[in-house]
């Protein structure tokens, strides 16, 4: 019997080029993740935004940058559908992949491993992760949970994650098929969100200018009467809310006031980022 030896085979690698692919309502995943590509100090970089439907750049192509970052938030442990079915348009061709998760300082539960396993079957290899802690989207004056994070801190930690990635690139990388270990479970756990809640308008503020229109990744708000959103459509990432300029835009249902009570209660110690390299 012919006796196969299997070899670690160490090469190392240049990082020229990077493709941002990122899902950011409110643009605190694509804070972090443009911190972690500064941290790279790359040449080139190119934006994959899957945020809105009509701004994603090309994503059946195959990506051909020299690396990945893909970065996603965290909505109650998951990874949102939406996100989800736009990622998957996109061929890796087998190229390297950062993954991170946004949360809001409560947890990331499985979020992590999703994207790890969703990356891996469009053809991505990821060879390190990070978990972050961006502002809840349920954040109030009254109510501040993880208020203002990406901090300088934060950027700092993105920064530095960035750095040691090129380092591990400039210096050597395995060249296996080893499996980049992260948190959660397989199964994932079962999402549940709220249903049938979709932020309020306040009319005598509201100045009609449509600005929360084009800002919103599901199109659920009506662009002749954007008093009007769609229940079934909305997937409260606040990304509206946080485009009104006169305050209209209310998150305020009696369930999220609840549910936001809950996380002040027991979600305002400050948690910090975690990283897997």
């Known amino acids: 019997m012919k006796k196969v030896i299997t070899e670690m ?9 990077t493709g941002l692919i990122l899902f950011s309502p409110t643009q605190t995943t694509k804070k972090i993740i443009e911190g972690i590509a500064q941290g790279l100090q790359v040449t080139t970089k190119q934006y994959f935004d899957l945020t809105l439907p009509d701004t ?12 990945a970052i893909i970065g996603a938030p965290v909505y109650a442990g998951r990874l949102p559908s939406v996100m989800l079915s736009r990622f998957k348009q996109i061929k890796g061709n087998g190229r390297p992949a950062v993954i991170v998760v946004v949360y809001g300082n409560r947890a990331y539960e499985d979020a992590l491993i999703e994207l790890r396993n969703v990356a891996i079957e469009i053809g991505f290899k990821p060879i390190a992760a990070g978990a972050f802690i961006g502002e809840h989207s349920y954040s109030t004056s009254d109510l501040p949970i993880a208020k203002s994070r990406p901090d300088a801190d ?32 397989f199964p994932y756990k079962e999402i549940q969100m709220l249903s049938g ?9 509201c100045l ?6 084009p800002v919103c990744p599901t199109v659920a708000i009506d662009k002749e009467n ?3 959103t769609a229940k079934d459509l909305c997937i409260r990432c606040c990304a ?4 009104c300029p006169s ?23 400050r948690k910090e980022p975690e990283i897997y390299l």
């Open 9 to 17: 085979v160490r090469v190392k690698m240049i990082i020229d080029s």
């Open 56 to 67: 994603i750049a090309h994503p059946s192509q195959g990506f051909t940058q020299d690396l």
């Open 154 to 185: 934060d950027m700092a930690t993105a920064h530095k994650f960035g750095k040691e990635i090129r380092k591990k690139f400039m210096t050597e990388i395995s060249n296996t098929n080893e499996l980049l270990q992260v948190p959660g479970n």
């Open 197 to 205: 809640v979709v932020p309020s308008v306040n009319e005598a503020l």
């Open 208 to 213: 009609r200018c449509r600005k929360c229109v």
């Open 226 to 228: 954007p008093m009007n």
């Open 240 to 243: 509206c809310v946080k485009a």
């Open 247 to 269: 305050y209209a835009k209310l998150l305020d249902d009696p369930r999220i006031k609840q549910a936001a009570e809950w996380l002040y209660a027991n979600f305002s110690v």
